[in-house]
């Protein structure tokens, strides 16, 4: 561990109330304290008062600075010059010792935006002369000219590349960027479970529930809004949750997994209100506290899920998984653990495909669980590993 007090600033999509990306940020935390000798950290992301008391409960006081990303759009540029987040922005990238950009799925075209934000952050942090360092990244689709040469200048000037899967490597390659490229695990991996509680008492409020309707147990259920016209494939995925309700005698929990921008439980409560199902469903409340909803998919039978991290959460629980891939960072997640044979894309037949998958895990469930544990230990491994070269 280094003794002086290393000036640290991590960007990335930080303070918009999604749980993945949280859990992220603390893993990168962890892992930094472990590195260096009371690290002064500062996160830029969307809302650093969310920031400040997300990090305070789980690291303490006074060890993370929130501050808000540099304006990228006429609202947040009138904040940023009135309110003055821009030079403090400025001011701790000009201070920090090391940049780190990550983690997390930031260079995507699929929504432009993402990509510009990004890459004006690497640029200042490179026009600062700081030591920028990418990890635990996903990268592509980059179907545009702009996404590819944007992620082509940020990269190749990196000190130090870490991404979370094979396909990101191959995509930076295949833009031309020449810089070594280390391929390890997802943040989270790294994560320190020793703060797992129970969802402030819903696992056990689950438990007595389960117990009531005289049940067997209950699974999760976790989808997102993406494309424009979800609505009759994520009817078809309530439906198919239903016929798994029948068939075994579980309850269909869903975990919301965003708040803001992106409101997963609003956006199923919708789905079941018009399929007609509502009271069929558990939906719990969001709680962006992780260990809370570790708590609950660690109690679970399995997992159906779309966000990325509902995935991750039940892979570090030891709890089967099926993945329904709405990008390739799901898809890769999957196959990077062994686990290609329980992934389904949107556009596949998900009528039969899912029903398919859980038997499967039912008649197969110890097997696959010795299969998580044994994935979960070397991607934590790696993810180590992979921090620990961030400091040479």
């Not at 920090?96 to 995507?108: A, H, K, N």
């Not at 209950?218 to 068939?247: C, D, H, M």
Request: include cysteine.
């Amino acid at each position: 561990m280094e003794k002086t007090a290393k000036k640290i600033v991590i960007c990335g999509h930080y303070g918009a109330t999604n749980i993945g990306d949280s859990a992220i940020g603390l893993s990168i935390i962890q892992g930094l304290q472990k590195l260096y000798d009371k690290p002064k950290i500062t996160i830029l992301g969307y809302d650093a008062k969310r920031i400040d008391k997300f990090y305070a409960e789980f690291v303490g006081d006074n060890i993370v600075k929130g501050e808000y990303l540099l304006p990228l759009g006429f609202r947040s540029l009138f904040r940023g010059i009135f309110k003055g987040t821009i030079w403090r922005t400025l001011k701790a990238i000009k201070r920090c010792d090391q940049f780190i950009l990550g983690g997390g799925g930031l260079f995507v075209d699929e929504r432009i935006f993402a990509v510009f934000l990004w890459g004006m952050h690497a640029f200042w942090a490179y026009l600062l002369r700081k030591q920028v360092v990418m990890i635990g990244q996903s990268v592509g689709p980059l179907n545009t000219r702009i996404g590819r040469f944007i992620a082509k200048k940020v990269f190749s000037r990196a000190k130090f590349i870490g991404v979370r899967d094979e396909n990101s490597k191959k995509v930076l390659e295949r833009i031309g960027v020449k810089n070594k490229i280390i391929v390890s695990a997802d943040a989270v991996f790294g994560l320190n479970l020793d703060s797992k509680n129970d969802f402030g008492g819903e696992l056990e409020r689950l438990n007595k529930k389960v117990e009531q309707k005289g049940l067997d147990g209950y699974f999760i259920l976790s989808i997102r809004s993406w494309g424009s016209n979800p609505g009759e494939v994520y009817k078809k995925i309530v439906q198919k949750a239903l016929l798994i309700t029948e068939k075994y005698r579980l309850l269909p929990v869903f975990v919301p997994f965003q708040l803001v921008k992106e409101n997963d439980q609003e956006m199923l409560n919708k789905i079941l209100v018009q399929s007609n199902v509502f009271g069929e469903f558990e939906v719990l409340k969001f709680d962006n506290n992780i260990f809370n909803v570790l708590s609950v998919i660690g109690g679970s039978k399995f997992t159906v899920g779309m966000r990325l991290h509902s995935l991750i959460f039940s892979i570090i629980s030891d709890v089967p998984c099926i993945g329904i891939s709405y990008s390739d960072k799901v898809r890769d997640l999957m196959s990077y653990a062994g686990l290609s044979k329980y992934v389904i894309s949107l556009d596949e037949n998900i009528d039969t495909k899912i029903p398919s998958m859980v038997d499967d895990i039912v008649k197969n469930d110890t097997e696959y669980r010795m299969l998580l544990q044994k994935a979960r230990l070397s991607m934590k491994k790696e993810w180590d590993l992979m921090l620990n070269e961030t400091s040479m």
